[in-house]
């Protein structure tokens, strides 16, 4: 186990203090991003199906406000605990900053495997959670969004609860909301579609031939779905995709839209090939293969073989794209990834100390903290249509969010240039100087020192 592994948060620290030296950053903004603002842990009971009680532990934790608003997601996963929920409230401090969008950032999470849950059992913890935090979030103070295993149906019970609560229709107090309850268009696809106009830029860049880059997509889940949706259609070989239970791997390149039917019909991607009980050919497609589970709706045949999530990391493609979890690319496996480009989908999927050797490799990262970036820039849009009684249409939502991607690639990317540092650096360095023009503008200790506070 890595550093990293151990403690998130302590390893997502690091980062801060190597992106300082390049930031133009006060030493009080520096000091004020060590440690989250508050944080607030929950017990939420459940009363079960048949009739039992469960005590399920939740998080939300308001890391730093300085620009507004703290944001950022809720996640039901049974690897949840407090230090990746601050890693996380870090992040999405970072990454407001970096699209300078008028928020801080925040975090929330619950223990839970949320697949072992009736719907009904899911819709009361949901309930439950916000029962617990409604007087730690709003819509001018904190505001939650979808992250691993939530979705827009649970974010539409949260803000129903919260409405409750408050005996007021309250549909900015969360984002990512199902659009007949104030969502907004473009936002389901919105992280997915920040990094795919990202990796556009980089197209120019580096003069890519879409039919001859291979990519591979750790994650299946709403980012990893849309971003090789989307760079499948513009011509790009996808050729490996995993999710939590495995992956497909085709060299000539997987049919995407069949892959994203097949996983959201059967809801598993390994069900695309054959297993034993299933059926018993070892390659899916192969002929003589009956298994319904080979062929879409359309009669096509699914043909790919069959790759574990760690070999997925380490295949030779031009683009690797992590869009699981965080701590998957760390120092046991830097060494063995081939792709010279990762675009980091997921929050944290590389380690600090596999950080050092992906540089030493010139492994270029576009980092979590812009590549991600796209979802809550597009929850930044939703909250503005639901506190002014907007509705964009799908096409403003894009533009609007292709503007913002395309300009702070190019500023971290100059950045990057310029100093001769790792792109993660220059997105931490971009993101600092905007956190600490804020903490300045309120006074520190170069402004009271100086006896002007009696001026
Ligand atoms: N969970 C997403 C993230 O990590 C979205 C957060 C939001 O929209 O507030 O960026």
Redesign the pocket.
């Known amino acids: 186990m890595t550093a990293g592994q151990n403690d998130t948060f302590s390893d997502a620290i690091r980062r801060l203090d190597r992106a300082a030296e390049f930031a133009e950053i006060d030493a009080e903004a520096l000091e004020k991003l060590r440690n989250p603002k508050s944080i607030l842990q929950v017990s939420i009971p459940l009363r079960m199906d048949d009739g039992s009680l469960r005590v399920f532990q939740g998080y939300r934790v308001r890391y730093n406000d300085t620009r507004g608003p703290t944001?950022?997601?809720i996640r039901f996963h049974p690897g949840v605990c407090l230090s990746e929920v601050k890693a996380l409230a870090f992040w999405?401090t970072c990454?407001c900053a970096v699209v300078s969008i008028p928020f801080g950032g925040g975090k929330g999470g619950i223990i839970v495997d949320p697949k072992q849950l009736s719907r009904t059992e899911l819709e009361r913890l949901s309930r439950g959670f916000i029962a617990q935090v409604a007087d730690f979030i709003g819509p001018e103070t904190d505001i939650p969004?979808?992250?691993v295993y939530t979705n827009a149906m649970i974010m539409g019970w949260m803000m129903d609860e919260y409405s409750k609560i408050r005996r007021q229709r309250t549909p900015a107090v969360i984002?990512?909301k199902p659009i007949p309850l104030g969502g907004s268009l473009g936002r389901d696809d919105a992280?997915g579609r920040g990094a795919y106009y990202c990796i556009k830029e980089l197209e120019k860049l580096k003069d890519w031939q879409p039919s001859d880059t291979r990519v591979a997509v750790q994650g299946f889940g709403n980012a990893g779905q849309h971003v090789s949706r989307l760079l499948h259609a513009d011509g790009y070989r996808v050729v490996a995709i995993s999710d939590s239970r495995g992956g497909v791997y085709h060299p000539d390149g997987l049919d995407i839209p069949c892959l994203i039917e097949t996983k959201n019909r059967t809801r598993r991607i390994d069900a695309v090939y054959c297993e034993g009980s299933v059926c018993d050919c070892p390659v899916c497609g192969s002929e003589g293969c009956q298994c319904e589970d080979c062929h879409c709706s359309d009669g096509h045949e699914a043909k790919s073989e069959k790759i574990s999530n760690a070999a997925l990391l380490e295949l030779d493609v031009d683009i690797l794209i992590p869009a699981a979890l965080e701590n998957q690319i760390t120092a046991n496996n830097a060494n063995q990834i081939k792709a010279p480009v990762i675009v980091e989908v997921a929050?944290g999927p590389t380690t600090s100390d596999a950080d050092e050797i992906l540089a030493e490799r010139n492994t270029l990262v576009v980092p979590d903290i812009l590549a991600?970036a796209g979802?809550?820039t597009v929850?930044y849009f939703e909250w503005v249509q639901n506190r002014a009684g907007y509705s964009w249409t799908e096409k403003e939502v894009q533009s609007r969010l292709r503007t913002i991607m395309t300009e702070e690639f190019h500023s971290i990317y100059d950045l990057m240039t310029a100093k001769g540092i790792e792109m993660r650096t220059a997105a931490y360095a971009h993101a600092l100087n905007r956190i600490s023009a804020a903490v300045e503008a309120l006074g520190t200790n170069k402004y009271f020192s100086n006896g002007l506070a009696s001026t």
């Open positions: 944001k950022g997601g999405m990454k969004a979808p992250d984002t990512g992280t929050n991600n979802g809550v929850s």
